[in-house]
């Protein structure tokens, strides 16, 4: 992830991110000199960050977009869905766990990315990256 990225958003009240760390593990963070799909040396899988009250304002500030969208039910609940999506811009960013790469293909996910990827009237698009391979959602 970039600074362009974490324009602070606004959360749901009713979502919070429980035991979900995914954020600290598929994202390449440069602030962080760290590489995508590696865990951040300050994370705690499944429970935290262990600097929490000296993380960077990059992790401060960054919300993945269920957190802020509820266009996107529970199925897209990150820990259960396997990857984790947020805006860049036009960009619509989805990480997917490389241990399940091809779960994004799956329903009910597909079809939602899909539809993303037609809804492109501000030119929006949609990247997967899954393990080393990166897709174009058509
Ligand atoms: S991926 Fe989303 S739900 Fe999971 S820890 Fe990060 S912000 Fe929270
Ligand atoms: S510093 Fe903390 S919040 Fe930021 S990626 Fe690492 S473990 Fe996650």
Redesign the pocket.
């Known amino acids: 992830m970039t600074a362009s990225s974490h324009i602070a958003p606004t959360p749901l009240a009713e979502r919070s991110c429980g035991t979900c760390?995914l954020?600290?593990?598929l994202?390449d963070?440069d602030a962080?000199a760290?590489p995508a799909n590696a865990?951040?040396?300050?994370?705690?899988q499944g429970q935290?960050?262990?600097?929490?009250d000296?993380?960077?304002q990059?992790?401060?500030d960054?919300l993945c977009l269920w957190r802020t969208d509820a266009a996107l039910d529970d199925a897209w609940e990150p820990a259960r869905a396997r990857m984790m999506i947020y805006r860049q811009g036009p960009q619509i960013t989805v990480l997917v766990d490389p241990d399940v790469p091809e779960i994004w293909r799956q329903a009910p996910y597909l079809s939602t990315l899909q539809g993303f990827a037609r809804e492109g009237d501000d030119g929006q698009y949609v990247i997967v990256f899954a393990g080393d391979a990166v897709f174009r959602v058509e």
């Open positions: 760390t954020c600290c593990r994202p963070i962080l760290k865990w951040c040396q300050h994370c705690t935290g960050c262990r600097i929490y000296a993380r960077p990059l992790c401060r960054f």
